[in-house]
């Protein structure tokens, strides 16, 4: 762990605390509709860190958070509320962490080390994905292009606004819930939607 990841780990209290006071990046988009996706996240797979591969459709039944991650960031410190989140709700909960170098270059690392930190700083459990790209470019993650564009998961449009972003799907496939990084996945908000 870098003197810098050690800091960021230290101050990650203070960090989504001060966020959430200054009320930035606490954003929660809810599907209230219950839209259904115009094409299938179980059509999809994802290529693993490990370089294996997870068809999407093997988690028919339970819930799925995709976030996408970084370990250079103010919120790497998630890393262990999100481990304790599939730790608790495990039966129910599928949690993959998405890797990504798209907000200031906070995961410069390659599969390798990506894996290593999270393992060996954070307890990490849940899969995590290659690394890739989440934000809108010909590069996109097709995972991600499905969260992020209605005509593929019935209605929502956002995209990650920085690292440690939250989408959840429910046991049938429908995007839910989009939750900013700031909200904790230990938070009321992200759990309620868990346990209902």
């Given at each position: 762990?870098?003197?810098?990841?050690?800091?960021?780990?230290?101050?990650?209290?203070?960090?989504?605390?001060?966020?959430?006071?200054?009320?930035?990046?606490?954003?929660?988009?809810?599907?209230?509709?219950?839209i259904q996706p115009v094409e299938s996240l179980y059509d999809l797979s994802i290529v693993l860190i490990d370089g294996s591969r997870m068809a999407l459709k093997d988690l028919k039944g339970k819930k799925i958070m995709l976030v996408n991650t970084a370990s250079d960031c103010g919120y790497t410190g998630q890393y262990v509320e999100l481990q304790n989140l599939y730790k608790q709700y495990k039966e129910k909960l599928v949690i993959i962490g998405f890797p990504a170098n798209d907000f200031k270059q906070q995961e410069k690392q390659n599969d390798a080390e990506i894996e290593n930190f999270?393992?060996?700083?954070?307890?990490?459990?849940?899969?995590?994905?290659?690394?890739?790209v989440v934000i809108r470019s010909p590069e996109q993650n097709e995972v991600?292009?499905?969260?992020?564009?209605?005509?593929?998961?019935?209605?929502?449009?956002?995209?990650?606004?920085?690292n440690f972003s939250k989408y959840?799907?429910?046991?049938?496939?429908?995007?839910?819930?989009?939750?900013?990084?700031?909200?904790?996945?230990?938070?009321?908000?992200v759990v309620n939607s868990i346990r209902n």
């Open positions: 762990m870098t003197a810098r990841q050690k800091v960021l780990k230290s101050i990650y209290p203070i960090f989504t605390l001060l966020n959430r006071l200054l009320n930035r990046n606490t954003r929660v988009i809810v599907n209230k509709k219950n999270c393992t060996y700083h954070y307890g990490v459990s849940f899969p995590l994905a290659a690394k890739s991600y292009k499905w969260l992020t564009d209605k005509n593929k998961n019935g209605w929502n449009q956002h995209q990650p606004s920085w959840l799907i429910n046991e049938h496939g429908i995007l839910t819930q989009y939750f900013d990084p700031a909200v904790s996945p230990m938070s009321d908000e």
